[in-house]
């Protein structure tokens, strides 16, 4: 293998020429099963290493940052296939030394790995994003990011002590039923959104009289839509005061009711067709169907979030359900250092 060296950060650079093609040279990846492990031991005898790795979808790149300040060139990981040769190589390596692998947060394509690296036994870091972007250009003199100069700066960092303990925790039974309901809550509540944006794109050219009166959520509009179709159906339902009352019950008062049927006669919306009237009736089933799961979600969160301390705290001020997004989004808040951390 061979090695490259950062120029010391405390050397004056007065020509960025002179640094600039150096750079683009030590980047360049080489492919992992490339690597001699033993060559690298016997060069560096002892010696603590960090390897900060920066994770892609498809690929992952790796850069060995030893205790004297020397740096590998960056390796190339094929993400998962060679995931298992990556960790072996690590293994080696840390045969006789203290190896500490650091990685950036970077959604789930790490997560395979983190789990590779916590079975191997191998001590895991984390670094922050907005760190490593801001010291890119302390750590070569060139603001520019690339996947093997973002490796090479989180090593640095973790080197540094700027860094914290990441290893994989498996989820427990009921971290991962919180997850589930939060991801099924946040689907459905997307869903939602979107058939509402139709409806009201639809409701503004055939019935704008209607949601002046009821709001464009409101379950019972949703079902005079899915069982009207428009205003006109409405309308010539003789029924149809004591439908809505019923669907309202004590939420929806009478002179809701009497204007909303009123409108409906007296529309000036553009009159509709029989496959108009099925595209409103399909499309208000449609974010009904979307609104129960969303009012399921919350339900199954409520009762999850009871006798914890922390969801049941955070709910009374932000509400439960948003306490559970807030746990599964960030964590335990009480992992954080101070609350502006954690904010």
Known sequence: MKRCERPLLSEPRTRVSEVIPMISRAYRATDVNRVDASQLSNSHPGQAVVVGIDLGKYELQAVARWQDGRFERPWRVPNPGQIPHLVGLLQQLAAGRRLTVALEPSGTYGDALRQALGDAQLSVHRVSPKAAHDYAEIFDGVPSQHDGKDAAVVAELAALGKSWEWPYDPPSEWEQELTYWVDWLDAHRRVLVMWLGRIEALLARHWPEATP???????????????????????????????????????????????????????????????????????????????????????????????????????????????????????????????????
């Open 213 to 343: 009166v009821l709001d464009l959520s409101s379950a019972t509009l949703l079902r005079v839509l899915a069982t009207y179709g428009g205003p006109a159906d409405l309308a010539a339902d003789p029924e149809a005061v004591a439908r809505l009352s019923r669907w309202g019950g004590r939420w929806l008062r009478v002179d809701k009711i009497q204007q909303l049927v009123g409108g409906a006669r007296t529309s000036v919306g553009v009159r509709q067709g029989e496959r108009e009237k099925a595209r409103l009736r399909a499309f208000a089933e449609e974010a009904l169907r979307a609104r129960r799961e969303v009012a399921r979600s919350r339900t199954r969160l409520r009762r999850l979030a009871q006798g914890h301390p922390v969801l049941e705290a955070q709910g009374r001020v932000v509400g439960v359900a948003t306490a559970c997004v807030l746990w599964v989004g960030c964590g335990d808040p009480r992992d954080y250092s101070c609350g502006r951390a954690y904010l």
